[in-house]
């Protein structure tokens, strides 16, 4: 937030105390008598880094308050952040050593991502981007766990060198702007070359299917790429998919939209396919599983989350039938097209075992 690390000494705000806020990633103080909460006073800071730290806390409603401190048994004037009144409840008290072992890498790519809007957005609209900005940052750690390299080329991203940066694109989704060169397959190194990737984040996708009615659920919304390309037909058919929060598994995530888009719990989770949408410009990561489930008794029905402004329309048909919408066309978002050519390849056994 403030570049560099600033003059700070270790200090204690007396009848006051530390908790996580809960459900989140980070603290909340209190007033509690008798205890006490140990920090660090920062000294030396210009009205610049206060005004930066005032937009990075006002992410989160915080705000900062005159108290006394003790540092080195003497009294001395602090501001603290504390948070809003009502908004977060405390849940176990906090643990620095937790914080940095699960939070603390998220956090700074989130926060990263906040500064990077200061000019562009205000507190309150970064307010509800940060579990997005946390997202991406998770799908960058589970990027750590590489697919294997038996026809691929043994090299990795010590072959890559990213050589500069450039200015770029910084809202809901980030366009990054670069300059990189790479080892070649001859053993040589590219020219310095300029380019741009789609920041995007990790998906987790889910098709429903009933082995014993032999039927799959597909997901029916207005899509904003289809809108966007000039499509006159932009409602398209598709697996249920969102967004794999951070510090969640993709499975989880999963399993989580199956009940907000479909309201359906998943008896089983069969892995699928596991791949990048698009990966000569974005980042975006599929996880692809099939789930098992019942299905009798249902036909076209709503879903969605109210609280996201989801319109979904839900219909159970045939598998034979998504199959006719494949080769009409229909069905032409790419996710789902995969989804149903794998299953074709596993629907027998499936069938036979249910």
């Known amino acids: 937030m403030l570049g560099r690390v600033p003059d700070n000494a270790p ?16 603290p909340v103080i209190a007033p ?19 005004e930066a730290l005032d937009f990075y806390e006002g992410g989160f409603g915080y705000d900062a308050r005159p108290v006394t401190v003790t540092v080195d048994g003497q009294g001395a004037q602090a501001l603290v952040y504390f948070p809003p ?23 700074m790519r989130a926060a990263a991502e906040v500064m990077a809007r200061r000019t562009t957005h205000s507190a309150a609209e970064i307010r509800g981007m940060l579990p997005f900005f946390r997202s991406r940052a998770w799908a960058q750690q589970i990027a750590r766990t590489p697919a294997p390299q038996t026809v691929r080329n043994p090299m990795t991203m010590d072959q890559v060198e990213i050589t500069g ?26 020219p310095e070359l300029p380019r741009e990737c789609f920041m995007s984040f990790d998906v987790a996708l889910v098709l429903p299917y009933d082995p014993v009615l032999d039927k799959v659920l597909l997901v029916e919304q207005l899509r904003f790429g289809p809108v966007q390309r000039g499509d006159p037909a932009p409602w398209v058919l598709e697996p249920i998919a969102g967004l794999v929060d951070a510090r969640e598994t993709p499975e989880a995530a999963a399993r989580r939209e199956a ?37 009798s008794g249902r036909g076209q029905s709503q879903g969605g989350l109210e609280a996201e402004n989801e319109d979904i329309r839900n219909h159970v048909i045939a598998f034979t039938d998504a199959m006719d919408l494949l080769d009409t066309g229909e069905i032409n978002a790419a996710p789902l097209a995969m989804m149903l050519l794998w299953l074709a390849t596993k629907r027998e056994a499936l069938r036979a075992a249910a």
């Open 32 to 50: 509690q008598p008798g205890a006490q909460a140990k920090g660090l006073l920062v000294r030396g800071l210009t009205s610049a880094d206060l």
């Open 11 to 26: 200090a204690v705000l007396a009848d006051h105390a530390v908790y996580w806020a809960q459900d989140e990633a980070f």
């Open 85 to 107: 009144e009502g908004k977060f409840t405390a849940g176990a008290p906090w643990s620095l050593d937790a914080w940095r072992q699960d939070w603390e890498e998220i956090t």
């Open 259 to 295: 009940v907000e888009e479909a309201h359906l719990t998943l008896t089983d989770l069969r892995p699928m396919v596991r791949g990048y949408a698009s990966p000569g410009y974005s980042t975006e990561f599929y996880h692809s599983f099939l789930g098992l489930c019942d299905l």
């Open 165 to 190: 940066k450039r200015p770029g694109f910084h809202g809901f989704f980030t366009m990054n702007a670069f300059k990189l060169r790479y080892r070649r397959f001859d053993g040589d190194w590219s």
